[in-house]
């Protein structure tokens, strides 16, 4: 494994106020770039005040959302909506690779810092805008979050089980829709920076959801077919759902091995031609008679268990794990995923590692800045005497 | 004038299925060359048969015509090519060594047994930059699991923490778990490309898409960490919202999402709906009691809902600011107008059996001040063959027969004839339908993309 850093010598300039924006100047940061957090004075950002809270305490540098998305990042405080606060900014601009922004469309020219702008102090500039509907067309002003963005994406109206269709869909898990929104500004801005090209990059929330649907968008492009559950699951239902276990739920996909194969692994080799097994239709057709075979094997074993047993006989079952249960995994403790830092006011901090593994330069752990950490030592790289930091201090622009 | 950013990098794309195609897709849609590799033996199966049009087979070539890979392969290039032979082997060497990135999705051991891992790869061109794609990565004692899109969720705590508490734990049901593997895929090699821009080094990259979706759920795994919580699934629940749900709307399957994230969203709301008296219920009147007593309010709320179309309902709701989406359908997408307005479909001519259809962006980030840049359509099956094994490798077209002759390449793949969709099972399918077709879907299609559309 090598050592370097494959971002070191860019700098990244983040506004960003929600999850998308921060999440993608997070992988900047992680992969080695110098990424400044520029906060609002005194509140700081706003995810300083979202959930989880270390020992639910309420605290701005406590946030484990606000850990979570600036880890190795810096803080400066900068009121970039007062013409002061602008002028600083501008200065930094100079030094920028990359400016991650996520007002509502407008206001950055409104504060006379548009891409125009800010491209003739720095003509190798790249700036991505990160806003929920994008910087034109007729939502460009509708008011969202992560939850609406999904619902309007497509995403949401498919998520429901193949079992019951017409129940009420559940949102995934998290904030997917601004993550993924946040990975794909990684990878828009660092294609145009790998390639030396200045760039001001629009980017959508809502498309960057209807963008994961590729093949269910297939599905209505070419046979007019749009689907509320997953229902051609490869290997007929009830087959590649989650079913429950001794201690949870696993997930039954067959795989290669062959859902004959499950014969095998319920200790009933004699039903290994049993068309419930051998025909997908058969099964789509009497799913309960599928169950009743399979179910009160499940409910004797572990979720491990019947996964190991499983994999033997090449059937891709695999465990629902709850987020505490990945710290028990034995293939991420081998891989060494989690990350592990010392934060001023958490103590020890434990959090998701790197999303792949590169082999002459890792990804690197690092704690959330403080509130205004390094707001000095940046100011003073730009050019700013003690005096005049003291000053914009006591104006309150920094 | 179209900016392709990535115009002049080249890449060997030997990914299958869904995963790592979703990925290179993305790569060809910011204008690089990526040069797809099918094995005459082993073409891509599944995507190739997978939403034939109008559910109808082609007699001939039906391995042209599947709408999955459409999706998935536009704007690559197709040759075919054996890599268990030796002459295959060394022709793909010959690749690498004029290529910047080697994309790969099978299981982790193939590309060693081949011969052709890193090691390899790099004493032919040293600073090539290898993309290995996973369920749980290259290493480890898990490492050579079984795994589809369903492990990879299902092993991230992204399914555990999904779907309603009184039903199971819900998977994505649109492949969110490939998508996450093949996009950080290109998200590492373009990490990787700029390290070597600038050192003149390349790298191997191993990615286990069950990792890639753990990190989007970093925030929820920090309560674990920082608390010893765990978090249970609660269908639309936030932690810090109420009202936050999706709510019925009038007709029979029409949803809407609302999510109220202050007190002025709150009071404009209870105004809407003509019950500024709940404002001032202490059941009600701040966030905390929202949420505490929120299935009461949702029964409130939703009692409104259903009195209006799911889409007019939501303008109604954002012209008082109040954060909403209504629930799409996948054909309510295709004639969204703020998609159609913002060119997110590009109509695509895929040529006889097929004709002119939408094809959605998978990179969807516009440049502002440049023209979207439109993809060719996904290659036949080793359309390019002569472009790339002549033009690019300087293999004579004699050669080039010869290699026919061996099978080392191949014009026509081992293919099963074409099978329909069971669309009629679909939506006969648990007795109360797993969706829905839509009859005239050519005609709303053609409305909305112009009269051409899937005229063969």
């Known amino acids: ?398 | 004038m179209a900016y392709k950013i990535l115009e002049g990098i080249r890449v060997v794309d030997l990914t299958t299925v869904y995963a790592g195609p979703m990925g290179t897709r993305m790569l060809a849609d910011l204008g690089a060359e990526i040069i797809k590799i099918e094995s005459p033996n082993r073409p891509d199966l599944f995507t190739r048969m997978t939403a034939y049009p109008d559910n109808e087979p082609p007699e001939k070539e039906n391995w042209n015509a599947g709408g999955y890979f459409h999706f998935l392969n536009a704007g690559k290039l197709g040759i075919s090519l054996d890599l268990s032979t030796e002459k295959g082997k060394e022709i793909f060497k010959k690749l690498v060594k004029i290529s910047d990135i080697v994309m790969e999705n099978f299981s982790p051991r193939v590309m060693d047994n081949l011969g052709l891992g890193y090691e390899e790869l790099k004493k032919v061109k040293p600073d090539i930059i290898m993309v290995s794609m996973s369920g749980l990565g290259h290493y480890g004692p898990l490492r050579d699991y079984y795994m589809y899109m369903t492990g990879m969720e299902g092993m991230s705590g992204l399914t555990y923490i999904t779907g309603h508490p009184e039903y199971p734990p819900l998977l994505s049901n649109y492949a969110y778990g490939d998508w996450m593997l093949g996009v950080t895929g290109t998200a590492a090699a373009l990490t990787a490309l700029y390290y070597r821009k600038k050192t003149g080094k390349g790298q191997y990259i191993d990615v286990a898409g069950r990792e890639a979706i753990v990190v989007h759920i970093g925030d929820v795994i920090m309560d674990y960490t920082l608390n010893g919580r765990v978090k249970e699934r609660e269908g639309n629940a936030h932690p810090e919202m109420a009202p936050h749900e999706c709510y019925r709307c009038k007709g029979e399957d029409s949803w809407i999402n609302i999510a109220i994230e202050n007190e002025d969203q709150w009071k404009a709301l209870c105004k809407l709906m003509g019950k500024e008296e709940l404002k001032d219920d202490p059941r009600f009147s701040n966030m905390e009691a929202r949420i505490k007593n929120r299935d009461e309010l949702n029964k409130i709320i939703e009692e409104w809902t259903s009195q209006y179309d799911h889409i007019e309902l939501m303008e109604i709701l954002q012209k008082e600011g109040i954060p909403s989406g209504a629930v799409l359908t996948m054909k309510e997408v295709f004639l969204n107008p703020h998609l159609i307005q913002r060119g997110f479909f590009e109509v695509i001519d895929h040529g006889k059996d097929v004709g002119k259809r939408p094809i959605g962006k998978q990179m969807p980030a516009k440049f502002v001040g440049y023209e979207s840049y439109v993809p060719s359509r996904a290659p036949k099956f080793a359309q390019h063959n002569e472009y790339v094994f002549c033009e690019l490798l300087g293999i004579s077209k004699d050669e080039l027969k010869k290699l026919e002759e061996e099978k080392v390449i191949g014009t026509i793949p081992r293919f099963p004839p074409g099978r329909p969709t069971r669309l009629d099972l679909i939506q006969k399918q648990v007795g109360k339908g797993a969706g829905f077709v839509d009859p005239n879907y050519l005609e709303e299609l053609r409305k909305a993309f112009g009269e051409d559309i899937g005229k063969k």
């Not at chain 1, 810096?74 to 600083?88: F, R």
């Open chain 1, 1 to 398: 494994m090598g050592e370097e850093k494959a971002l070191a010598g860019l700098r990244v300039l983040d506004l960003a106020n929600n999850i998308a924006g921060s999440y993608c100047g997070k992988l900047f940061a992680d992969f080695g770039a110098d990424v400044i957090k520029v906060e609002p004075p005194k509140d700081g950002n706003p995810l300083r005040k979202r959930v989880p809270f270390y020992k639910d305490e309420k605290d701005k540098e406590k946030s484990g959302m606000f850990f979570y998305l600036n880890t190795n990042k810096k803080s400066i405080t900068l009121d970039i909506t007062k013409k002061e606060g602008a002028d600083v900014f501008k200065k930094l601009v100079k030094d920028a690779n990359l400016i991650i922004e996520d007002f509502e469309p407008g206001k950055m020219k409104e504060l006379g810092l548009s891409y125009d702008d800010l491209k003739q102090i720095n003509p190798d500039l790249v700036m991505i805008s990160i806003t929920w509907f994008g910087q034109d067309g007729p939502y460009k002003d509708y008011k969202a979050t992560n939850f609406t963005a999904y619902g309007l994406g497509g995403a949401m109206y498919v998520m429901r089980p193949t079992k019951w269709p017409d129940i009420r869909p559940a949102v995934l898990g998290g904030y997917q829709a601004e993550y993924t929104a946040g990975l794909i500004g990684y990878i828009t801005s660092m294609a145009a920076l790998a390639m030396g090209k200045s760039a001001w990059i629009d980017l959508s929330v809502m498309e960057a959801v209807t963008s994961t649907l590729t093949g269910i968008m297939g599905d209505y492009a070419y046979l007019g077919f749009y689907r509320r559950t997953l229902p051609w699951a490869i290997h007929g239902f009830p087959t590649q759902e989650n079913y429950p276990c001794k201690d949870g739920y696993v997930n039954l996909t067959p795989g290669i091995g062959g859902t004959q194969a499950i014969a095998e692994l319920i200790g009933k080799p004699e039903e290994k031609d049993n068309p419930l097994l051998v025909k997908a239709g058969a099964r789509v057709k009497e799913p309960e008679k599928f169950e009743a075979l399979i179910l009160p094997w499940l409910k004797e074993h572990t979720k491990w268990e019947i996964t190991e047993k499983a994999q033997k006989l090449r059937l891709a079952f695999a465990p629902i794990l709850s987020p505490g249960e990945l710290f028990d995994d034995p293939q991420l403790k081998e891989r060494e995923f989690f990350a592990k830092v010392n934060h001023p006011e958490m103590d020890e901090v434990t959090y998701a590692g790197a999303p792949a593994k590169l082999s002459e330069t890792p990804w690197k752990e690092g704690r959330a800045p403080l509130l205004g950490e390094h707001t000095k030592e940046v100011l003073s790289q730009a050019g700013y005497s003690e005096d005049e930091i003291n000053a914009l201090k006591e104006k309150g622009i920094v």
